[in-house]
């Protein structure tokens, strides 16, 4: 999926991810960067996990996650400040390419967390 210029811009001024994933006893929530997200030439999001346990046992068992993310830096709808919700699937990688690129930079990661979007709407 192609991601919006608005959201690339977004993801390069910092404010906070959120990633939601469905588990037994409902929603859950993890955080993250928007610095600490890598954007795939494919248009996958790439997250480093380092901890990330109940996310991973979630995804284990449903795929489907929700994120939202913006920064008040970015130009919005109606002012300063831009925010975006995305639906998708994820899964976990503890190997491979994207794995060891973001060991690189984040060498605190257990995993990397791949997020495909399959649809993504700006909210402000």
Do not use: C
């Amino acid at each position: 999926m192609d991601i919006p210029a608005k959201m690339l811009e977004v993801l390069n001024h910092e404010g906070v991810v959120a990633i939601v994933t469905q588990g037994e006893a409902g929603p859950h929530v993890v955080n993250t960067w928007n610095s600490y997200v890598t954007v795939t030439p494919a248009g996958d999001l790439l997250v480093p996990a380092g901890r990330m346990k109940v996310t991973e046992a979630n995804i284990a068992r449903n795929d489907k996650v929700l994120v939202t993310l913006g920064s008040r830096d970015v130009e919005g709808l109606h002012s300063k400040g831009a925010g975006f919700h995305l639906a998708g699937t994820a899964k976990l990688l503890h190997e491979g390419a994207e794995f060891e690129s973001l060991k690189g930079r984040f060498p605190w990661l257990r995993a990397v967390l791949l997020i495909r979007p399959v649809a993504i709407t700006q909210t402000l």
